[in-house]
């Protein structure tokens, strides 16, 4: 079922101007630009192709470049759309698409949002992770900045070469943890196109404001050091203090020239992320996705389960496997807002067990992450759980904390194995599972498994899509839930208010946000989450959430008396082509 979701400035307070109206305007005034010929037509931000209207093509020199008929964005959105479904595979339609969006952006977001839920798995995960192992095979434009060591002299010129001027969004990857997939080099370039792909579709940032950015500081991965078709700097990664002076002079550079951009870190490793994310959270506006972006989303969908089962989530029992900065950062968000609801801290981390793969995190372990150290359970509580070994595996976990939320972000396949989650049901009939490790090929158990375990009575959701179940005569819907539900909210938030900051209130008002659009949580029935063709609705409730707390934190940069949901609203790009006028070239 699917629920409409009231847009959004019907839905927030404040007067009733016509917010559409206002942006149809803008979109009616011309755009005065210094371009013309081919010049103009290969110009990504600008080519409209064969909506040029015959004014244009006179003004701008382009008669007899394109074909005699004048045709509308939605004409060549069908042309598009037919030719994309001539495609039998999905890593062509990625390049298909990728072509489209190298070529025209307005037409190539056109497309993507008259097809949200059948494009977004080709422009985004799952199919994003094969073109960044097989990017250099794929390779056919530039596209965003490559800031590789060998340049680390030039950095500032390389930022200068960058084609979009006023950029507000960045997202910034070194490749070496893409999704589940370890490290790809500059392969990891694919995630940041995708991830501001989503920017624009879902959060209605303008694609002239954002910018992917790849660290190039060589690859440790064997494959592709020797595929001769590797288009990277061919050489072992750069570490510790070689890797830290590095990553702070690029964003130092990228500081100096756009001060007020958002910055995104995207899938480093673990070792790198957190660390990075405490250096910068105070320095710069920007966030983690993989822990903040992550937590945000799991938290969301855990708030709507529980509004819907009429609980809160203090009171559930949480398992972990994986507990990398992903999960931990997961956990920390939970623990958060049990504390919220009324737990002392030390309560509430008693909830929430950890489990790697040396077993669940307890006391005294040896060589446990700073971040590790905080989510360990006592060894008084564990010390009759454990097996043969010393260890406390994850079915231990299972039989004696007897959690009522299993969540996977252990990029292990196949490890929430029927014994699991049988163990889990038995002590719980309604078990909340969310493996989310991506891409598809790396989640802990596939939906239908775990449905079938629990005959019907787990709550599921999983990082990566997945088709609805089928199970004895009845549909169950998987809810995706992965961090797109939030970052472009976010984006478009901190865009709206102009903080300068990211703060945790900011994170946490994003839950709550979501969980507020949960078709589940407002019905008691239907998908956790909504559907993706509401998802700009949903990024705009999250946006007005996210500024409003940034302005209670004191990050927010807005002009007094400007109207939250306009600012929101007039932000909002959509892809539409705009007049033309020559400016003198
Ligand atoms: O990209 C995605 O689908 C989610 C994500 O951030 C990750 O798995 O690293
Ligand atoms: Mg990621």
């Known amino acids: 079922m699917s629920v409409t979701l009231r847009p959004v400035a019907d839905t927030l307070r404040g007067s009733k101007t016509t917010n559409k109206n206002m942006l149809m305007e803008d979109i009616k005034r011309p755009l005065y630009i210094p371009y013309a010929g081919p010049v103009l037509l290969e110009t990504s931000l600008l080519n409209k192709g064969s909506a040029f209207s015959e004014e244009e093509r006179v003004a701008f020199n382009l008669a007899g470049l394109l074909p005699e008929a004048i045709e509308t964005i939605e004409e060549q959105a069908e042309r598009a759309y037919l030719q994309f479904q001539s495609f039998s595979n999905d890593m062509d339609k990625h390049i298909y698409l990728r072509n489209i969006q190298d070529t025209n952006e307005t037409l190539f977001y056109r497309l993507v949002n008259n097809h949200i839920t059948e494009m977004m798995p080709i422009i985004y995960t799952p199919t994003v992770g094969q073109a960044c192992e097989q990017f250099s095979n794929i390779y056919r434009r530039a596209r965003g900045l490559m800031v590789s060591y060998p340049n680390r002299h030039r950095i500032d010129d390389i930022l200068n070469n960058a084609t979009r001027h006023n950029v507000r969004v960045i997202v910034i990857t070194d490749g070496e943890r893409i999704l589940g997939l370890g490290d790809q080099g500059i392969g990891g370039m694919g995630i940041p196109i995708g991830k501001l792909s989503l920017y624009t579709s879902c959060g209605g940032i303008s694609p002239a404001y954002t910018l992917p950015i790849v660290l190039d500081v060589g690859t440790d991965n064997p494959q592709r050091l020797n595929d001769p078709m590797y288009m990277g700097w061919r050489n072992k990664r750069i570490s510790g203090d070689e890797y830290n002076e590095f990553v702070d002079d690029v964003l130092s550079a990228v500081q100096r020239r756009w001060p007020n951009a958002l910055v995104q870190f995207e899938d480093f490793a673990q070792k790198n992320a957190m660390p990075l994310l405490e250096r910068y959270k105070d320095r710069l506006c920007c966030f983690n996705d993989d822990i903040q972006g992550t937590a945000a989303v799991t938290v969301g969908s855990l708030l709507a389960a529980c509004k819907a089962a009429g609980t809160q989530l203090k009171e559930q029992t949480i398992a972990f496997l994986g507990a990398g900065s992903a999960g931990c950062g997961i956990a920390e968000a939970i623990i958060a807002q049990m504390v919220s609801e009324g737990l002392e801290d030390h309560q509430a981390r008693e909830k929430v067990h950890m489990v790697d793969r040396w077993g669940l995190l307890q006391d005294g372990m040896q060589n446990l992450l700073p971040f590790q150290q905080k989510l360990t359970q006592c060894l008084e509580k564990t010390?009759?759980?454990?097996?043969?070994?010393?260890?406390?595996?994850?079915?231990?976990?299972?039989?004696?904390?007897?959690?009522?939320?299993?969540?996977?972000?252990?990029?292990a396949p196949g490890l929430f194995t029927e014994e699991v989650i049988k163990t889990m049901h038995k002590h719980y009939p309604r078990p909340i599972v969310f493996p989310l490790s991506n891409p598809t090929s790396r989640v802990e158990a596939i939906p239908e498994d775990i449905l079938r375990w629990t005959r019907g009575q787990a709550l599921v959701a999983t990082g990566s899509p997945f088709n609805p179940v089928e199970l004895e005569g009845e549909v169950f819907p998987i809810a995706q839930c992965n961090n797109s539900y939030i970052f472009p909210g976010i984006g478009l938030g901190v865009l709206a208010c102009n903080a300068d900051r990211v703060t945790d209130g900011m994170l946490m008002a994003s839950s709550r946000a979501l969980a507020e659009c949960s078709p589940l949580a407002i019905d008691g029935e239907g998908a956790l989450l909504p559907p993706l063709e509401q998802i700009q609705e949903v990024s705009k409730q999250i946006a007005f959430a996210v500024a409003r707390a940034a302005m209670t934190d004191g990050v927010a940069k807005m002009i007094k008396n400007v109207d939250l949901k306009d600012a929101i609203e007039r932000q909002f790009w959509q892809p539409e082509y705009r007049d033309y006028k020559r400016t003198s070239f």
């Open 383 to 411: 010390q009759s759980w454990c097996g043969d070994n010393g260890a406390v595996s994850l079915l231990e976990v299972m039989e004696h904390a007897k959690p009522t939320v299993l969540i996977g972000v252990s990029g």
